[in-house]
């Protein structure tokens, strides 16, 4: 059930493109902001408060997955699943993006290309000069994990409040930044949003390792888990910094010997759409590696 959910919900995702706007979490902006307010107040604990700040709009996906149960052959449990994942896979299409950016680099509107790449990057891209392209190859690495991948290993383990946990966490803790950005200061680790941010990077740790692991395959392998050695070498930072580096590196070394002999004019759109193919590679390497688990174990 878990396997068809998962497919039907990857299917869907591609042909309701038109009503993405639909699943914009803005309700969860304004939660979001009253959890600041009352988990974030100066003295209180900032892990259990965002512990439980993330756990209130779970509870009831669980609780209701739960009294569902395998009732008409389980087929509202089916349909609840595909329904949390769909929120949970967005609440933007990564692929469209990558390709609304590319398009504008190849037809020269940089200014559109710096929209599309502030929404990959869900900060200010202006000015960045060179160092844009690094950034949105990054960008499109880390948040394959966030959109995709984690989604995806969560509601394995823990059904449809498992994906919608995940993706509660990483919502959550981009409006604390954006916040804190916004008001002109920084993130700091003793912040509610410094909660958020260790909540959601003990969730993403696992997930981030398996996809690296899948990155360096679908890539070059060698060049891979070169940078893996020196992402490990060169740690630094909180946890979830930690591994959206560790996925930043070990995207880039599967990638980089694919870019050889780009002319220069063309590598930033070259560099997008190499890593989107990573990533859509190991999409596929997931499923397989899902599909064959969930029949080994029936078989058993």
Do not use: I, K
């Given at each position: 059930m878990s396997l068809l959910a998962l497919l039907l919900a990857l299917a869907c995702e591609r042909g309701l493109t038109h009503l993405f706007?639909?699943?914009?979490?803005?309700?969860?902006?304004?939660?979001?902001?009253?959890?600041?307010?009352v988990f974030g107040r100066e003295g209180s604990a900032t892990v259990?408060?965002?512990?439980?700040?993330?756990?209130l709009p779970v509870v009831p996906v669980a609780a209701f997955d739960w009294t569902l149960g395998s009732?008409?052959?389980?087929?509202?449990?089916?349909?609840?699943?595909?329904?949390?994942?769909?929120?949970?896979?967005?609440?933007?299409?990564?692929r469209d993006e990558v390709d609304d950016y590319v398009a504008a680099l190849e037809r020269g509107d940089r200014a559109e290309a710096d929209k599309r790449a502030k929404e990959l990057l869900e900060s200010d891209a202006a000015g960045r000069g060179a160092g844009l392209r690094d950034a949105v190859e990054d960008a499109i690495f880390v948040q394959a994990n966030n959109r995709i991948f984690g989604v995806m290993l969560w509601f394995m383990l823990l059904g449809p409040a498992g994906a919608w946990l995940f993706r509660v966490t990483d919502l959550m803790r981009r409006?604390?930044?954006?916040?804190?950005?916004?008001?002109?200061?920084?993130?700091?680790?003793?912040?509610?949003?410094?909660?958020?941010?260790?909540?959601?990077?003990?969730l993403a740790w696992i997930p981030a390792r398996l996809v690296a692991a899948t990155y360096a395959i679908a890539g070059s392998f060698?060049?891979?888990?070169?940078?893996?050695?020196?992402?490990v070498d060169r740690a630094a930072g909180g946890l979830l910094d930690r591994t959206e580096d560790l996925l930043a590196r070990v995207g880039k070394g599967s990638l980089q010997p694919s870019l050889a002999g780009i002319p220069p004019q063309s590598l930033d759109a070259a560099t997008a759409r190499g890593?989107?193919?990573i990533v859509a590679r190991a999409t596929w390497i997931w499923l397989v590696v899902i599909a064959l688990l969930v029949l080994a174990g029936e078989a058993a």
């Open positions: 706007h639909l699943r914009e979490p803005r309700w969860l902006d304004r939660y979001c902001d009253w959890a600041s307010r259990p408060g965002a512990l439980v700040a993330v756990a009732h008409l052959l389980g087929l509202p449990q089916l349909g609840l699943a595909v329904l949390a994942l769909l929120v949970s896979f967005g609440p933007r299409d990564l409006r604390a930044v954006f916040e804190a950005v916004r008001q002109g200061r920084p993130v700091a680790p003793e912040s509610f949003g410094g909660g958020l941010g260790f909540v959601h990077g003990l060698e060049d891979a888990v070169g940078n893996w050695r020196s992402a890593a989107w193919r």
